[in-house]
């Protein structure tokens, strides 16, 4: 299996600009969850998905940010419009089952910087 | 509100030297405590995952254990090698149980260095 796969890599925006990240979660993993990275605030969930379904959105900053999952193998996380402070790294992850006990499965993450 | 501290922030030792890190947690109703290994621009690697009626795991040359009563839990890394050089990451959760609602939560890391 390849993991989680992120997409892109990097991404470099203007503030105002939309900005798409995606993510695929490990094939049969039940189990999607996006955090975000940065110095100041260390790595803090964002949102998770059971079975293409949010689960709990309340790590969601704003309004500005969203996330789908129309299949089991897709998601993106969508901030329109961006913002300079909406630079970090975000990762996406996923796991079997229960994650209570399972362990959680991290993509590559995405270095998004908004000028 | 969890919060999980880790100290120390950065650690510097020779190769061959065996280690310890620390991880806090405040609140003990855990269900369990995970460590993570990140390496510089890359995602992370769950190390080992603790369940909250487990006092200890291990995997090769590590040992993680689990204080649950006094919200502490320690990873052990015996004859460190320059390749375990990365940010070593704690993460408990959930506080409820079933999936219905989920939140890990991190500290903040401690960055090792291992001198060869």
């Known amino acids: 299996d390849a993991g989680v796969i992120q997409s892109p890599r990097h991404e470099v925006t203007e503030m105002g600009q939309e900005v798409t990240l995606r993510c695929k979660p490990i094939?049969?993993?039940?189990?999607l969850f996006w955090y975000r990275q940065t110095m100041m605030r260390g790595l803090e969930l964002l949102i998770y998905?059971?079975?293409?379904?949010?689960?709990?959105d309340s790590g969601m900053p704003e309004d500005r940010f969203s996330a789908k999952m129309p299949n089991a193998s897709f998601s993106t996380l969508k901030i329109q419009p961006s913002e300079p402070r909406d630079s970090a790294v975000y990762f996406c992850?996923?796991?079997?089952?229960?994650?209570?006990?399972?362990?959680?499965?991290f993509g590559p993450g995405t270095r998004l910087t908004v000028l | 509100k969890q919060e999980v501290t880790q100290i120390p922030a950065a650690l510097s030792v020779p190769e061959g030297e065996n280690l310890v890190l620390n991880c806090s947690f405040t609140?003990?109703?855990?269900?369990?405590l995970q460590w993570f290994r990140q390496d510089p621009g890359k995602g992370l690697t769950s190390l080992l995952l603790?369940?909250?009626?487990?006092r200890e795991q291990t995997s090769g040359r590590l040992n993680a254990s689990l204080d649950k009563s006094s919200g502490r839990s320690t990873l052990y890394i015996a004859a460190s090698q320059p390749g375990d050089s990365a940010t070593y990451l704690c993460?408990?959760?959930?506080?409820?149980?079933?999936?219905?609602?989920?939140?890990?939560?991190f500290g903040k890391g401690t960055l090792l260095t291992v001198n060869p």
């Open positions: 998905f059971n079975n293409n379904v949010p689960i709990d």
């Open positions: 993460a408990v959760g959930p506080l409820y149980s079933g999936g219905s609602n989920y939140k890990l939560t």
């Open positions: 609140d003990s109703a855990i269900y369990n």
């Open positions: 603790i369940q909250s009626s487990q």
């Open positions: 094939s049969g993993h039940d189990y």
């Open positions: 992850a996923s796991s079997a089952r229960d994650p209570t006990y399972n362990e959680q499965f």
